[in-house]
C-alpha cells in the first residue's frame, strides 16, 4: 500500500530541494499535486504553456531524479472559482492535496489556519540568493519561510498607445520600452483628455466594484498619494489623510467620465473585453501575461499605478521595477477563502462609494472597522 504524505500545502518547487537523500528501503509515495488552471509563458521551453504543464514537466523530472522513495505524483488542475472545493473540501480525505501551486492571495489564508509547514530546512543559500528580499519577505510569516516565491506578479498597467495617440497624448508615450510613473497631475492630464476625446462606447482606465476582483488594484489606487494602508502594527488604516484623498480621487473619477458607465455593476472581465477590443485606454497588466496580446512592445505602453516617482526603465526585466513593488496583503491573514474575509468584506464598501451612497471619509471609516475585523481572527501556524 502506497504511503500518503500528511495534507498540508507546499509550493512544488521546494520538491526539487530534497534531490540526493540516501534511503536503505524505498517505499512508495504518492502525492497530489493541485495547480489552478492558468497560462504560463515559460521562455525556456515554449512547449509549456499552461501551469499544468510545467507541473507534468516538474514531476516527471523530480520523480526521474529522486533515490529516497518510489514516488507517484497524481497533477489535479481547478478553476480558480472552485479553489474551495478543490482545496478547503478536500482536507480530510484523500483527495487532500500535498502540494499546492498558487499565488499569494489564498496561501496567505492557508498559511494562518496552520495547513503549511515551514520550508527553511531545505531551502538553501543559493535558491534563497535567486530571489528577491522582497519576494521573501510576503512568503514568510513569523521568521519562518511557508511557500516559494515562484508565482509572484508585479501588477502595473498597460495603455493602448492609438488611443493616446488619437487623444493627442503623445508627450507621454516614451521613446524607449519602459515601466512608466506618472505624476497625480500627469494622471489627471490623461485621464481628463481621454474622457474628453474618446469617442462614445471607449473609455479611458478600468474600474470594478460588483464583486471582490478589484480588492489589490484599488488598495494601489488608495496608495496614490502616499498611503500605506496600514499602521505600525500591521493594522488597516484608511482613515490617514493619504488614504482619504486617494479614495476621494477614485470617487471623483465617476464624475469627470474615467471610468466605464457604473462601474460599481461591472467586473474584471467586463473592463478586460473592452481593452481587448480596443474600447479601454487603461487595463492591468503583469509579469505573467506577456502572450496575452499581440505586438506587445509596439501596440502599448505600461506604466506603474498612479504616484509622483521617477522613471524607472526596462520592462524587459521586471526586477528593475522591485523599487516599486509593494506588498499590498502585508501577510495578514484571512484575507481570502471565507465569507468574513478581506476581500469580501473590502468590495461592497467600495460599491457604495462608486455609486456616491458614502462619502470618501465615511468608505474609510467602514473599511477600517470591516477589513480589521477580518484579520483579526484566530491564527494556527504551522511549527
Not at 105 to 123: K, R, T
Not at 316 to 330: G, H, Q, T, Y
Not at 349 to 360: D, E, Q
Request: hydrophobic fraction near 40%; charged fraction near 20%.
Amino acid at each position: 500500500m502506497k504511503r500518503k504524505v500528511g495534507t498540508y500545502l507546499m509550493a512544488f518547487a521546494v520538491a526539487a530541494g530534497l534531490c540526493g537523500c540516501g534511503a536503505k528501503a524505498k517505499p512508495e509515495v504518492s502525492l497530489i499535486v493541485k495547480v489552478p488552471t492558468m497560462g504560463m509563458n515559460c521562455v525556456s521551453n515554449s512547449n509549456i504553456v499552461s501551469c499544468q504543464d510545467f507541473m507534468d514537466y516538474a514531476a516527471e523530472k523530480f520523480v526521474a531524479v529522486y533515490e529516497a522513495a518510489d514516488v507517484s505524483m497524481r497533477i489535479e488542475v481547478f478553476d480558480y472559482v472552485d479553489e474551495n472545493e478543490a482545496i478547503l473540501g478536500a482536507y480530510g480525505t484523500e483527495d487532500a492535496v500535498d502540494i499546492l501551486y498558487e499565488g499569494y492571495f489564498n496561501m496567505a489564508a492557508y498559511i494562518s489556519e496552520g495547513h503549511v509547514v515551514p520550508l527553511d530546512d531545505i531551502i538553501t543559500d543559493e535558491i534563497r540568493g535567486d530571489i528577491s528580499e522582497s519576494a521573501w519577505a510576503q512568503s514568510m510569516k513569523n521568521g519562518k519561510t511557508y511557500m516559494m516565491p515562484y508565482l509572484s506578479m508585479q501588477n502595473i498597467l498597460i495603455y493602448n498607445r492609438r488611443l493616446f495617440m488619437e487623444c493627442g497624448l503623445e508627450r507621454f508615450l516614451p521613446d524607449e520600452l519602459e515601466i512608466q510613473n506618472w505624476t497625480i497631475e500627469e494622471w489627471e492630464i490623461i485621464l481628463d483628455t481621454l474622457a474628453e476625446k474618446l469617442p462614445d462606447g471607449s473609455y479611458p482606465m478600468m474600474m470594478y466594484g460588483v464583486n471582490n476582483q478589484g480588492d489589490t488594484h484599488i488598495m494601489s489606487l488608495i496608495r496614490a498619494f502616499g498611503s500605506g494602508i496600514f499602521d505600525e502594527d500591521g493594522n488597516f488604516d484608511f482613515e490617514s489623510e493619504e488614504a482619504v484623498r486617494g479614495l476621494e480621487w477614485i470617487q471623483g473619477g465617476v464624475r469627470r467620465g474615467w471610468y466605464p458607465p457604473h462601474p460599481e455593476n461591472i467586473e474584471l472581465a467586463d473592463n478586460q473585453q473592452l481593452f481587448e477590443n480596443g474600447l479601454l485606454g487603461i487595463y492591468l497588466f503583469n509579469n505573467a501575461n506577456f502572450m496575452l496580446y499581440d505586438d506587445i512592445e509596439t501596440d502599448y505602453g505600461y506604466v506603474n499605478f498612479p504616484g509622483n516617482a521617477g522613471q524607472i526603465m526596462m520592462l524587459a526585466e521586471f526586477s528593475a521595477n522591485e523599487v516599486n513593488v509593494v506588498d499590498f496583503m502585508n501577510n495578514s491573514p484571512n484575507w481570502q477563502g471565507s465569507e468574513n474575509s478581506v476581500r469580501n468584506v473590502f468590495w461592497p464598501n467600495i460599491h457604495k462609494l462608486l455609486m456616491g451612497k458614502t462619502t470618501p471619509k465615511e468608505c474609510a471609516a467602514d473599511l477600517n472597522r470591516d477589513c480589521n475585523a477580518a484579520i483579526h481572527v484566530k491564527t494556527s501556524f504551522h511549527e
